[in-house]
């Protein structure tokens, strides 16, 4: 089992900044991938970003350039910089793992992000 803890959400204003954070415990050690999904009233969950164990990155179109997910494999946190943050980026974001054997996905609780003036 992997349990993961989401925080960093907030009101912030149009044009604004937040750091989320997603802290990962128990078989850490077979996680491969770790990235955050985000997912608005009405909408489906959608992929943010990702990032390998490796390093390797795949974001949104609609976030590149804005956002940045980093992790420190030591302490088992993944990170998502979100910079110029838009009304439409609004919704709850979740962090999620997943490991190979077994072939499974984590998720945390979720945190909200709210961008309005």
């Known amino acids: 089992q992997v349990h993961l803890v989401e925080s960093g959400g907030d009101l912030v204003q149009p044009g604004g900044s937040l750091r989320l954070s997603c802290a990962a415990s128990?078989?850490?050690?077979?996680?491969?991938?770790m990235g955050w999904y985000r997912q608005a009233p009405g909408n489906q969950r959608e992929l943010v970003a990702v990032?390998?164990?490796?390093?390797?990155?795949n974001y949104a179109d609609s976030v590149k350039g804005r956002f940045t997910i980093s992790r420190d494999n030591a302490k088992n946190t993944v990170y998502l910089q979100m910079n110029s943050l838009k009304a439409e980026d609004t919704a709850v974001y979740y962090c999620?793992?997943?490991?190979?054997?077994?072939?499974?996905?984590?998720w945390g609780q979720g945190t909200q992000v709210t961008v309005s003036s």
């Open positions: 999620n793992a997943h490991t190979l054997i077994p072939n499974v996905d984590y």
């Open positions: 128990g078989r850490t050690f077979s996680i491969r991938a």
């Open positions: 990032i390998t164990t490796g390093g390797d990155t």
